[in-house]
């Protein structure tokens, strides 16, 4: 069976409404993005607090209405079988995973919350057209127990490989422009 590769482009924007897990000070979030076997790591987003809720409890735990910005971009590697049957395409889910994780100097770093993007539908209409597209939408980032716990901004392009695009590295991200 023959095997169609492509790249797909991850866009992590930002997230809002994260939970601050810190008994003091700032939550320093990052995302961890997972495809199949591949991960990569964001920077650690520039964290903002919501200036109405500065006056009142910025300290407490679990308080306050917490932003993450990052903009970045990741790509990753994506290979399908060319002619599967529906029966195989339902069967074989892709997703990105989105694990927001809080980075701590001293302990473990702490799990805010994940979100999960659902890829089959994109990945095919970018293997019959040659690029397909999700724009920059919110996801529900909810905790292991799927309670709420923010929303994280996040788009998706695939791209098919064109004839000798195989031996492209395509670990790198870049950052985006913000205006």
């Known amino acids: 069976m023959m095997m169609m590769r492509g790249t797909m482009e991850v866009t992590v924007v930002g997230a809002r409404n ?8 700032r939550v320093d979030p990052y995302v961890e993005i997972h495809y199949k076997n591949q991960e990569q790591k964001s920077t650690t987003g520039r964290s903002k607090i919501s200036k109405s809720l500065l006056r009142f409890c910025v300290c407490l735990k679990g308080q306050g209405s917490r932003k993450a910005v990052w903009n970045e971009k990741f790509k990753f590697k994506v290979e399908l079988k060319k002619d599967m049957s529906k029966e195989e395409k339902r069967k074989q889910q892709h997703k990105l995973i989105l694990k927001i994780m809080d980075q701590d100097n001293f302990t473990l770093d702490d799990f805010l919350g994940q979100a999960t993007v ?13 690029k397909a597209e999700m724009p920059i939408q919110k996801y529900r980032v909810v905790s292991s127990d799927k309670t709420y716990r923010g929303e994280i901004q996040v788009g998706v392009t695939f791209t098919m490989d064109r004839e000798g695009d195989d031996q492209q590295e395509l670990n790198g991200r870049k950052k985006l422009k913000t205006s």
């Open 118 to 130: 659902y890829v089959n539908e994109l990945l095919e209409i970018g293997m019959e057209e040659g």
């Open 18 to 25: 994260l939970q601050n897990t810190e008994l003091f000070g």
